[in-house]
């Protein structure tokens, strides 16, 4: 133990006190004992978490607050997820809604399964008949393309199908223009409820961070590049806001198409080899909702 003390993994807060590891010694403990040991999943709750992800693959706005929750209850902590995003927007589909005779409803589906809708004033009204051929005719032209790609193709469109395309671009620029992902954060309360957060200081900075945006954000910009889970310990955080946490984080999608982010978060004495089988396989469940969307 003395040995130990000396080489910077554990303290004593004071002499009679107990000893307790620091990041050096929860380091250590990542890579071997929690590294070898996140398998702890049973196979029943596995395919309970899988199938609470499968009732909602259809509807893609619930997927990060389904994984956010079902993780958070899982590890006993605090989950962030983040809706999957391409690093350029492609036009999935498009659709054309007459509201009424004068207004018409474009909606843009990306394929990362993000839409956005932009309503559309007429000078005359339009039949369904027409509505629909003319919907068709603008597929044929953006579908499966980027806002560059649409931009230098030559078109021979009508007037109003040449609107429907110049606003098409406009949604895939504020798309690629968003900075960072939609995110579901769940189990504030786990994060909370743990001993490290009964002081109020300590209290009111997490509820801070959540309320304006910050911690989210300190989290999400630890994510590694590749699908590979990272395990991030107090201090070892670039945010100064979460040093008082442990992170345990990975990307899920198919790289260089459509990614986002899922992470547990807790104190720095967190469950690691739970954390780490849940952030595993809750990516892996992620990413093969993201695959069956894109057909992979």
Same mark, same amino acid.
């Given at each position: 133990?003395a040995?130990?003390?000396h080489?910077?993994?554990i303290?004593?807060?004071?002499?009679?006190?107990?000893?307790?590891?620091?990041?050096?010694?929860?380091r250590?403990?990542?890579?071997?004992v929690a590294a070898?040991?996140? @398998?702890?999943?049973?196979?029943s709750?596995?395919?309970?978490?899988?199938?609470q992800?499968?009732?909602?693959e259809? @509807?893609?706005d619930?997927?990060?607050?389904?994984a956010a929750?079902?993780?958070a209850?899982?590890?006993?902590n605090m989950?962030?997820?983040?809706?999957?995003?391409?690093? $350029?927007?492609?036009?999935?589909h498009?659709?054309?809604?007459?509201l009424?005779?004068?207004?018409?409803? *474009?909606?843009?589906?990306?394929?990362?399964?993000?839409?956005?809708?932009?309503?559309?004033?007429?000078?005359?009204?339009?039949?369904q008949? @027409?509505m629909?051929m003319?919907?068709?005719?603008?597929?044929?032209?953006?579908?499966?393309?980027?806002?560059q790609? %649409?931009?230098t193709?030559?078109?021979?469109?009508?007037p109003?199908? /040449?609107?429907?395309?110049?606003?098409?671009?406009?949604?895939l620029k504020?798309?690629?223009?968003?900075?960072?992902?939609d995110?579901?954060l769940d189990?504030?309360?786990?994060?909370?409820?743990q001993?490290e957060?009964? $002081?109020m @200081?300590k209290?009111?900075?997490?509820?801070? /961070?959540?309320e304006?945006g910050?911690?989210?954000?300190?989290?999400?910009?630890?994510a590694?590049?590749?699908?590979?889970?990272?395990?991030?310990?107090?201090?070892e955080?670039?945010g100064v806001? *979460?040093?008082?946490?442990? %992170?345990v %984080?990975?990307?899920? /999608?198919?790289?260089?198409?459509?990614a986002?982010?899922v992470?547990?978060v807790g104190?720095?004495?967190?469950?690691?080899?739970?954390?780490i089988?849940?952030?595993?396989?809750?990516? *892996?469940?992620?990413s $093969?909702?993201?695959e069956?969307?894109?057909?992979v």
């Amino acid at each position: 133990m003395a040995e130990l003390e000396h080489g910077g993994y554990i303290t004593r807060p004071y002499a009679s006190a107990g000893s307790v590891p620091l990041v050096k010694g929860y380091r250590v403990y990542v890579e071997t004992v929690a590294a070898t040991q996140a @398998d702890r999943i049973s196979p029943s709750l596995q395919a309970s978490i899988r199938r609470q992800l499968t009732d909602v693959e259809r @509807d893609v706005d619930a997927w990060t607050s389904v994984a956010a929750a079902a993780l958070a209850r899982l590890v006993g902590n605090m989950a962030i997820a983040t809706f999957p995003k391409a690093q $350029e927007a492609r036009v999935r589909h498009v659709e054309v809604v007459g509201l009424q005779d004068f207004l018409v409803l *474009l909606i843009v589906v990306f394929e990362q399964v993000r839409l956005r809708r932009q309503l559309i004033r007429l000078t005359e009204p339009v039949s369904q008949l @027409d509505m629909e051929m003319m919907a068709n005719r603008v597929n044929e032209a953006v579908q499966g393309l980027t806002r560059q790609e %649409i931009e230098t193709k030559e078109m021979s469109l009508s007037p109003l199908e /040449g609107e429907l395309v110049d606003t098409t671009m406009l949604m895939l620029k504020d798309e690629d223009l968003t900075s960072g992902h939609d995110q579901f954060l769940d189990g504030l309360a786990n994060l909370l409820a743990q001993p490290e957060f009964t $002081e109020m @200081d300590k209290m009111r900075a997490v509820l801070e /961070g959540v309320e304006d945006g910050s911690l989210a954000k300190a989290i999400l910009d630890e994510a590694p590049q590749t699908g590979t889970i990272r395990v991030v310990i107090g201090p070892e955080n670039r945010g100064v806001a *979460l040093w008082p946490l442990s %992170i345990v %984080i990975s990307q899920y /999608g198919i790289p260089g198409e459509a990614a986002g982010t899922v992470a547990a978060v807790g104190p720095m004495r967190m469950e690691y080899s739970r954390a780490i089988a849940g952030v595993e396989l809750m990516a *892996l469940a992620m990413s $093969e909702m993201v695959e069956n969307v894109h057909g992979v």
